[in-house]
Every structure is written in structure tokens, then in C-alpha cells.
């Protein structure tokens, strides 16, 4: 869980040098990553466990 912490900051730490605009469509991707990740983590986890 560690890690994404990190993956987090560095995401936001990158954003705030990006111009504005750009800040809509690396936020959604950024999500959508985030969003996979964690499904991912979860389909692992269930598997693991059964």
C-alpha cells in the first residue's frame, strides 16, 4: 500500500508543473490508472485467498 502513496505524490508532485490545461486530461488518466490498479489489486487478492 506503501508504494501507491508514493505513485500518488509523484502524480501530483508532476502535475503542478504541467501548464493548466492539461491538468483535466492527466487527472481523468491518473484516475482511470488508479481506478485498474485497485481492481487489479483486488482480482489478486480474491485469487490469492480461494
Do not use: D
Not at 501530483?12 to 484516475?31: A, N, Q, T
Amino acid at each position: 500500500r506503501k508504494n501507491r502513496q508514493e505513485i500518488a505524490e509523484f502524480v501530483f508532485g508532476y502535475l503542478s508543473v504541467l501548464p493548466i490545461e492539461k491538468h483535466l486530461v492527466f487527472c481523468s488518466l491518473s484516475s482511470f490508472f488508479f481506478y485498474v490498479l485497485t481492481l487489479i489489486e483486488t482480482n489478486v487478492e480474491n485469487y490469492v485467498n480461494r
